[in-house]
T-cell receptor
Framework: GIQVEQSPPDLILQEGANSTLRCNFS?????LQWFHQNPWGQLINLFY???GTKQNGRLSATTVATERYSLLYISSSQTTDSGVYFC?????????FGTGTRLLVSP | DGGITQSPKYLFRKEGQNVTLSCEQN?????MYWYRQDPGQGLRLIYY???????QKGDIAEGYSVSREKKESFPLTVTSAQKNPTAFYLC???????????FGDGTRLSIL
C-alpha cells in the first residue's frame, strides 16, 4: 500500500519561531488533508489541498503532487499550536494517515 | 450547530463483553468512517460506509462490527473477539469520497 511519511517526527520550538513540516507519499493520490490533533485528542481540519498553496492566518500549506510531497508552514508559533500534525492522503476511496509530527511550543 | 457527535467520551469494558460506540452526524454526509488510534500512533481505518445499508472493512476490521441503517448514524461494536481493544476511537464523515473528512471528538475505551 501507499506509504505516507512525515518529518521531523518531533519538533520543539520557542514561542514566536517559524517551522516547516513535511509530508512525503510514495504514490499518486487524489487529494491531501492536513490535521492538527490537540492535547485533548480532537482532530481539527487545517487544509484540504490536492495541489498548489493555501493560507489560513499563520498557517499555510503547499502540495506538489507531481513530486509527491506537501509542506505545512507555521509562522510566529504559539503555545496553542502544540499537538500532533498529521497529513493524510486519499487513495482508493480511503484516507491514509501519515506518521505524524509532534510539536511542542514553549513560552 | 452541524457536526459529528460521539458518545460516550469514556467507556470501560470488562473482559468478554461487547460494547457499542455511538457516532451521529447532522451534516447530511453520505460517507462515514471509524478509526482506531493507539498512544503515540497514527489513525488506522476499521470500517467505512459510503451509503446507507452498505459498509466495507478497513485495514483492522477483525473483532469489530458496524451497521448503517440510517444516514446519520454509524455505530461501532467492539466485540469480545477484539483482544486488545484499549484505544482512542474516532468517527469521521465526508459529503463524498475524496472530499474533506470531518471528525468527532472521540471515545476512549479501556479494559477493566
Amino acid at each position: 500500500g501507499i506509504q505516507v511519511e512525515q518529518s521531523p517526527p518531533d519538533l520543539i520550538l520557542q514561542e514566536g519561531a517559524n517551522s516547516t513540516l513535511r509530508c512525503n507519499f510514495s504514490d499518486s493520490v487524489n487529494n491531501l488533508q492536513w490535521f492538527h490533533q490537540n492535547p485533548w485528542g480532537q482532530l481539527i481540519n487545517l487544509f484540504y489541498i490536492p495541489s498548489g498553496t493555501k493560507q489560513n492566518g499563520r498557517l499555510s500549506a503547499t502540495t506538489v503532487a507531481t513530486e509527491r510531497y506537501s509542506l505545512l508552514y507555521i509562522s510566529s508559533s504559539q503555545t496553542t499550536d502544540s499537538g500532533v500534525y498529521f497529513c493524510a492522503v486519499w487513495r482508493f476511496q480511503k484516507l491514509v494517515f501519515g506518521t505524524g509530527t509532534r510539536l511542542l511550543v514553549s513560552p | 450547530d452541524g457536526g459529528i457527535t460521539q458518545s460516550p467520551k469514556y467507556l470501560f469494558r470488562k473482559e468478554g463483553q461487547n460494547v457499542t460506540l455511538s457516532c451521529e452526524q447532522n451534516l447530511n454526509h453520505d460517507a462515514m468512517y471509524w478509526y482506531r488510534q493507539d498512544p503515540g500512533q497514527g489513525l488506522r481505518l476499521i470500517y467505512y460506509s459510503q451509503i446507507v445499508n452498505d459498509f466495507q472493512k478497513g485495514d483492522i476490521a477483525e473483532g469489530y462490527s458496524v451497521s448503517r441503517e440510517k444516514k446519520e448514524s454509524f455505530p461501532l461494536t467492539v466485540t469480545s473477539a477484539q483482544k486488545n481493544p484499549t484505544a482512542f476511537y474516532l468517527c469521521a464523515s465526508t459529503v463524498q469520497v475524496d472530499q474533506p473528512q470531518h471528525f468527532g471528538d472521540g471515545t476512549r475505551l479501556s479494559i477493566l
